[in-house]
């Protein structure tokens, strides 16, 4: 199953090339733009493993590729997204995330239902990638 | 003529030009300006314009040839700058960054300029983050690296300089198309960096040496960069600058250009001193902006220069 989070997510893969135009757009718009990695793809992990820190002060979109392939090259078999903050008052959150590599094999989710008291049902997700230990996932 | 000959052209190859403009191309681009710039701005550096004028047609020609589907290749735009302190390497290469973007061989046209001081670390591990991040900041500019020989130190064998070497190295050439980088430095020192480090030298196709400038054109700068600032000789301080530019050439740590806007920012202290000293009454705008002969002729360069420094005290305290 595709991991549909973020921007482009319907699309197919971003190529190098796509990737430095949307990061150059949001260079010029000023914000400043990292990349990201995890093995844990629930939608509510927000929080993902930071590649080296966010680029405030790189003018050119192309050290932004350069830091997702030097990424790809530790981290291939993961998902990474490059993300856009936006820093300005009133803002001061995410503008852009798009996912640049995914696993060749995504499992999916399943749904876990929770038996609870007087016949309740509590519905709940998670990822089959999951249930293998970090570092262990998506071989 | 009928419209057969263009339809079959036009079936031919869809997307390419039959034909470049030249000349036009020149225009457009606005290279004209930047080397008409370089003409205006810059005093002598009679060879230095020179190859800037061939290695913008080679490029602009590069350009046509791609439009036309003939290269496909970036050519390799790294350069060398040789030559004495204050010849006007940094200033040039701030012009080559206008240049290069205005032909659309880099991206954003910005010049970052560094010394090893920024590319080495200070412990193991540090040196590679360091030089990456100097890279980044780089990429869709020029990256400047003045007296880059610095860089590589022979007698400390675990010297960190050569981590940023590699790295240095490997960007460009996987790179190119993202950065152009320039390296910086007297010339001798140069040459022995490039001989311990062939990988840079094949990697550099322009070597573009600085002369030193003559006493003629030095007076030519002393008198630019005071226009520039709203100050003027008067005719006995330009002879006394003359002889002034003459005889600091023979001594120590002469760096052409910045020597003598050092003598300058020199000359206008006293100046302030003497206006401050003498003047008595209101003083109008032509007094305040005339550097008079007295203010060059204090310098220690005519009581035989910067060793006067290492004499007792007593007597350079005169």
């Keep these: ?139 | 003529m009928t419209d057969e000959p263009t339809a079959l052209e036009e079936k031919a190859s869809p997307s390419l030009p039959q034909s470049v403009d030249l000349a036009a191309a020149f225009e457009e681009s606005g290279v004209r300006d930047v080397l008409k710039e370089l003409d205006d701005t810059m005093i002598g550096l009679a060879p230095v314009k020179q190859r800037i004028r061939e290695t913008a047609a080679l490029l602009l020609v590069d350009q046509a040839r791609r439009q036309l589907g003939l290269a496909t290749e970036t050519p390799t735009l790294h350069m060398s700058f040789t030559g004495n302190p204050g010849t006007g390497k940094t200033t040039v290469a701030l012009k080559m960054a206008d240049l290069l973007h205005r032909l659309g061989y880099v991206r954003k046209g910005h010049l970052v300029t560094v010394t090893r001081d920024d590319l080495v670390g200070q412990y193991i591990g540090h040196t590679a983050p360091k030089t990456k991040e100097v890279l980044k900041k780089a990429m869709g500019g020029v990256l400047f690296i003045d007296e880059a020989y610095y860089l590589y130190r022979p007698e400390n064998e675990r010297d960190y300089g050569q981590e940023a070497i590699e790295i240095l190295l490997q960007v460009m050439e996987n790179n190119r198309d993202d950065l152009v980088v320039i390296l910086a430095g007297y010339a001798d020192r140069m040459d022995r960096f490039f001989e311990s480090n062939p990988g840079f030298r094949s990697r550099i196709a322009h070597h573009i040496e600085f002369p030193d400038y003559t006493n003629e054109e030095l007076l030519k700068i002393a008198e630019i960069m005071l226009s520039e600032q709203n100050y003027a000789f008067d005719p006995a301080a330009r002879v006394a600058m003359a002889e002034y530019i003459a005889s600091r050439r023979g001594q120590q740590h002469f760096a052409n250009a910045r020597s003598i806007r050092n003598a300058l920012d020199r000359a206008r202290l006293r100046q302030a001193n003497r206006l401050f000293n003498e003047a008595a009454g209101p003083l109008d705008a032509a007094a305040l902006s005339a550097i008079a002969e007295t203010d060059i002729r204090a310098s220690r360069v005519f009581r035989g220069g910067l060793d006067t420094d290492r004499k007792p005290a007593r007597e350079a305290a005169e």
């Design chain 1, 1 to 139: 199953m595709r991991l549909r989070q973020g921007q482009f997510s319907f699309l197919p893969d971003l190529t190098d090339d796509d990737i430095r135009v949307q990061a150059q757009y949001a260079i010029d718009n000023g914000w400043a733009v990292s990349v990201e990695f995890t093995d844990d793809p629930h939608p509510r992990n927000t929080y993902w493993e930071m590649w080296g820190h966010p680029m405030f002060d790189n003018p050119d979109a192309a050290a932004v590729v350069y830091e997702v392939n030097e990424c790809r090259k530790a981290h291939g078999g993961k998902y990474i997204r490059v993300m856009a903050f936006d820093a300005s008052h009133g803002w001061e959150s995410i503008r852009m995330s798009f996912i640049v590599n995914r696993p060749k094999e995504e499992p999916g989710f399943r749904l876990v239902r929770q038996e609870s008291a007087g016949r309740l049902v509590r519905y709940t997700v998670e990822s089959y990638a999951t249930r293998d230990p970090e570092g262990a996932r998506y071989a």
